[in-house]
């Protein structure tokens, strides 16, 4: 179901988004350094913007980078494993209610991690309903990524494990001016907020 189908009510009523979800399948196999890999599945689905004369709220993602425990006997500590540096665009209030688009896939060596990391674009913007579009400067994420604290995911070899973040839209989309106010909305600060939800074994 997109977002435009469901009734604008909806839209305000919810808060929180959940942004990727990580479907991580082990595999028994050797990569190059003979160790076994598991394989990395992301998702990206999102909540609606909780306002209802939103219609869009864009961002661009250029790369996804999952990085390594530093104490995992596995993996060595200053490796960093691209998922995909493929750029892609998404409008995030068109993925939410289970709505799911894919973001990325790639075989990692069995151990531990503790970060990911979104690279993003310098691409994000808000459209309201009647047209008008706010450009939004994007921080230090273009430079350094989004950083997203896993405290320790394990990637075994024949086993699954899902990965749920939340993408906080009423935090990451900080409106100046006020909605009610004569002046209306100003234009939005964007300040990227992603944590963990959950993690399913």
Known sequence: MS????????????????????????????????????TLQVMLTDAPFPFESAEAAN????????????????????????LTDETQSFNLLELRDGVTAPL????????????????????????????????LQVPSGTQTGVKVLLEGLDISAGEETELTLDFDVSKSFVTKGNPGAPGGVQGFLFKPVVTVERIDE
Do not use: H, W
């Not at 990325?104 to 913007?125: D, F, H, M, N």
């Open 59 to 82: 961002v661009t993602i250029e790369r996804v980078v999952a990085l390594p425990a530093s104490d995992s006997p596995d993996v060595e500590e200053n490796n960093r494993f691209v």
């Open 3 to 38: 977002a435009s189908s469901l009734p604008k009510s909806a839209v305000s009523a919810l808060a929180l988004a959940s942004l990727l979800l990580f479907t991580v399948v082990g595999c028994d196999g050797a990569g190059e350094d003979g160790g076994r890999t598991g």
């Open 104 to 135: 990325a896939g790639e075989e990692l060596p069995a151990g531990t991690y503790e970060q990911i990391r979104l690279i993003l674009g310098e691409e994000a913007s808000v459209v309201m309903d009647d047209g008008t579009t706010y450009d």
